[in-house]
T-cell receptor
Framework: DAKTTQPNSMESNEEEPVHLPCNHS???????IHWYRQLPSQGPEYVIH???SNVNNRMASLAIAEDRKSSTLILHRATLRDAAVYYC????????????FGTGTRLKVLA | NAGVMQNPRHLVRRRGQEARLRCSPM?????VYWYRQLPEEGLKFMVY????????ESGMPKERFSAEFPKEGPSILRIQQVVRGDSAAYFC???????????????FGPGTRLTVL
């Protein structure tokens, strides 16, 4: 299975942009890159996903490297409510399409 | 529109007992996924079900674990003869579309935290 590698933790100041990196050097051509976040004691929540092109939505932006071996989730202005574990996930095909979760990055937002 | 519901939220069992975890998907969703999360780890895929069918159970342990998603009612993850290693958070997710589409997005429930004494 293709894997993702993320830093264990990151800190950001409130109201500043945050760039959360993810390496997925073994990604295959059909694997989508998904980002979810998990607040304490809750289930994961969808953030954004993409295949090759950069993507924007109301929550965040996703920048995907040209060779697709890495990607970056960008939160444009971090708020205290953005403190969570952010998972970079490959939606990978192995019989069926599955989400392969990494260990995630715990984002701490400082007031 | 209510989100994905899971119950119970917390479940305590003694070794050797059975655990039944329930998941009610979002309205209109006929695809359900179960995941297990150990402390400080990411979620691990267990099983993917469609109404009355198991599509992919490649992540399920071969023994003691089973899952179903009947035509009527919630999806059930059943763990027989629980052991301490089964202690974990179990999450259910649902989707309106089959896995693999361009708009493939899963909606997760709040999880059931199973503790085996």
């Amino acid at each position: 299975d293709a894997k993702t590698t993320q830093p264990n933790s990151m800190e950001s100041n409130e109201e500043e942009p945050v760039h959360l990196p993810c390496n997925h050097s073994t990604i295959s051509g059909t694997d989508y890159i998904h980002w979810y976040r998990q607040l304490p004691s809750q289930g994961p929540e969808y953030v954004i996903h993409g295949l090759t092109s950069n993507v924007n939505n109301r929550m965040a932006s996703l920048a995907i490297a040209e060779d697709r071996k890495s990607s970056t989730l960008i939160l444009h202005r971090a708020t205290l409510r953005d403190a969570a574990v952010y998972y970079c996930i490959l939606r990978s095909y192995s019989g069926t399409y599955k989400y392969i979760f990494g260990t995630g990055t715990r984002l701490k937002v400082l007031a | 529109n209510a989100g994905v519901m899971q119950n119970p939220r917390h479940l305590v069992r003694r070794r050797g007992q059975e655990a039944r975890l329930r998941c009610s998907p979002m309205k209109g969703h006929s695809h359900v996924y179960w995941y297990r999360q150990l402390p400080e780890e990411g979620l691990k895929f267990m099983v993917y079900l469609q109404k009355e069918n198991i599509i992919d159970e490649s992540g399920m342990p071969k023994e003691r674990f089973s899952a179903e998603f009947p035509k009527e009612g919630p999806s059930i993850l059943r763990i027989q003869q629980v052991v301490r290693g089964d202690s974990a958070a179990y999450f259910c997710a649902s989707s309106p579309l089959p896995a693999g589409g361009l708009k493939d997005t899963q909606y997760f429930g709040p999880g059931t935290r199973l503790t085996v004494l």
